[in-house]
Antibody, heavy 121, light 113 residues
Framework: EVQLLDSGGGLVQPGGSLRLSCAASGFTFNNYAMNWVRQAPGKGLEWVSVISGSGATAYYADSVKGRFTISRDDSRNTLYLQMNSLRAEDTAVYYC??????????????WGQGTLVTVSS | DIVMTQSPDSLAVSLGERATINCKSSQSVFYSSDNKNYLGWYQQKPGQPPKLLIYWASTRESGVPDRFSGSGSGTDFTLTISSLQAEDVAVYYCHQHFSLPFTFGQGTKLEIK
């Protein structure tokens, strides 16, 4: 059974940092590209970042480029999102999502439960 | 960026009736090299993560009831629920993963009339 456990969210002051984790199980982690998608309270879905199955390629939304870094540790079956220089507008539930293939352009077929990040003083 | 526009924003349908949600992309999401539309549909219920219903515009995800179907190509797509059930109350999103940055529609809230 595929499982994705998002963690690492919390309350952080503007300008601060957080690292989100997504622990994967039930599938061969390094065979699949992975996404981070966020959802501000009461709002729609916003794509944040994607990393290929090999980890060689990653892409970011303009809103987070230069501040966020996606990475993966295939030995730990874990996806990460390092978030620096956080802003109030980064407040959201962050979901990791598994795709159906190694390519960054593969569809996302399974999502974690999400972790809430609140940026406030 | 590809803008995804869903219509309507909200929809109320009687139980057992058909529900139709439309999604229009500002650019084609069809890739001729593999003959696929890079378009998916997701269902999100309150307090839950999104759930994949349809991928490649018309392929139903395993375990999804066959009352859900997707159609369309290029820039115009439709999600149809053939006979609405109470458990289908949710927000539905279309999503393009053809061109970076990937984008979602604004969502369509489906309710029971």
């Amino acid at each position: 059974e595929v499982q994705l456990l998002d963690s690492g969210g919390g309350l952080v002051q503007p300008g601060g940092s957080l690292r989100l984790s997504c622990a994967a199980s039930g599938f061969t982690f390094n065979n699949y590209a992975m996404n981070w998608v966020r959802q501000a309270p009461g709002k729609g879905l916003e794509w944040v970042s994607v990393i290929s199955g090999s980890g060689a390629t990653a892409y970011y939304a303009d809103s987070v480029k230069g501040r966020f870094t996606i990475s993966r540790d295939d030995s730990r079956n874990t996806l990460y999102l390092q978030m620096n220089s956080l802003r109030a507008e980064d407040t959201a539930v962050y979901y990791c999502a598994k795709t159906t293939g190694t390519s960054c352009y593969s569809p996302s077929d399974f999502w974690g439960q999400g972790t809430l990040v609140t940026v406030s003083s | 960026d590809i803008v995804m526009t869903q219509s309507p924003d909200s929809l109320a349908v009687s139980l057992g009736e058909r529900a139709t949600i439309n999604c229009k992309s500002s650019q084609s999401v069809f890739y001729s090299s593999d003959n696929k539309n890079y378009l998916g549909w997701y269902q999100q219920k309150p307090g839950q993560p999104p759930k994949l219903l349809i991928y490649w515009a018309s392929t139903r995800e395993s375990g999804v009831p066959d009352r859900f179907s997707g159609s369309g190509s290029g820039t115009d797509f439709t999600l149809t629920i053939s006979s609405l059930q109470a458990e289908d109350v949710a927000v539905y999103y279309c999503h393009q993963h053809f061109s970076l940055p990937f984008t979602f529609g604004q969502g369509t809230k489906l309710e029971i009339k």
